[in-house]
C-alpha cells in the first residue's frame, strides 16, 4: 500500500514537472520562482523516499528564496512540525498567516493538505475539518478532506467528502471536479459495495 501510494505521488510529480518545463518553455517565468518551485519539488520527492533532513534543507531553501509565498511557508512549518522544531513551525506559520491576509480557511486548508503529502493522515482531517467548520462551501477542503480520509482507509467517508467536493465545484472549478470524480472513480473499483452515506449539501 505504502509503495502504491508512492508510486502515485512520484507519477504526479512528474506530470507536474514535465507540465512546469511545457509551461516555462512557453511563458517565461521569474527564474527565482522557478528555482523555488524545483526545490519545493526536490523536497517533495524526498518526502517520498522518507528523506525528511533533504526535504527540509530543500525547503529552507526556498523559503529563501521566496519568503513571499505563503505556499512554501506553510509546507516549511510542517517539516519543522515533524522534525519537532515548534518554533520554527510556529514562525513559518505566522509568517504564512499574515501573508494569506488573516484568511485562516485558506491557512487551514494549505497546511491539512502539507500534512497529507506528509501521510500525517490525523492532522491532515484535523486542518480540513477546521477549514470547513469556517467554510462550509469550500471544494478544496472537501477534496484534501477525502483524500486525508483515504490515507486512513476510510472509503466511505473518502467518498462522502469527494462527492461533496464534486458537487461544490461543478459549477466554479471544472478541474478541481475532475479530481474528486477521478478520485471517487479509482475508490468505488477498490471497493465497489461502498457508497457515500451522506447528502450532497
Not at 467548520?133 to 486525508?148: C, I, K, M, V
Request: glycine share 6%.
Amino acid at each position: 500500500r505504502v509503495l502504491k501510494t508512492a508510486g502515485i505521488l512520484v507519477t504526479v510529480i512528474a506530470v507536474v514537472a514535465i507540465g512546469l518545463f511545457v509551461f516555462n518553455r512557453l511563458f517565461p517565468v521569474d527564474p527565482r520562482l522557478r528555482e523555488a518551485y524545483t526545490l519545493r519539488t526536490n523536497a517533495e520527492a524526498a518526502i517520498i523516499t522518507g528523506d525528511y533532513e533533504q526535504a527540509m534543507a530543500s525547503m529552507e531553501q526556498a523559503v529563501a528564496l521566496m519568503p513571499e509565498d505563503p505556499s512554501l511557508q506553510i509546507m516549511y512549518g510542517v517539516l519543522a512540525d515533524l522534525k519537532g522544531d515548534s518554533n520554527t513551525a510556529d514562525k513559518a506559520w505566522v509568517t504564512a498567516r499574515s501573508l494569506l491576509g488573516g484568511k485562516e480557511s485558506e491557512f487551514l486548508i494549505q497546511r491539512g493538505m502539507a500534512y497529507g503529502q506528509n501521510n500525517q493522515f490525523d492532522k491532515s482531517v484535523e486542518d480540513e475539518l477546521a477549514a470547513l467548520a469556517l467554510d462550509p462551501s469550500s471544494a478544496r477542503a472537501y477534496l484534501y478532506l477525502g483524500a486525508a480520509y483515504e490515507g486512513q482507509n476510510k472509503i466511505t467517508e473518502a467518498l462522502d467528502a469527494y462527492t461533496k467536493a464534486s458537487d461544490l465545484s461543478s459549477a466554479t472549478d471544472p478541474e478541481l471536479t475532475v479530481m474528486a470524480r477521478t478520485r471517487m472513480a479509482s475508490l468505488l473499483q477498490k471497493a465497489p459495495l461502498v457508497m457515500p452515506t451522506g447528502t450532497s449539501p
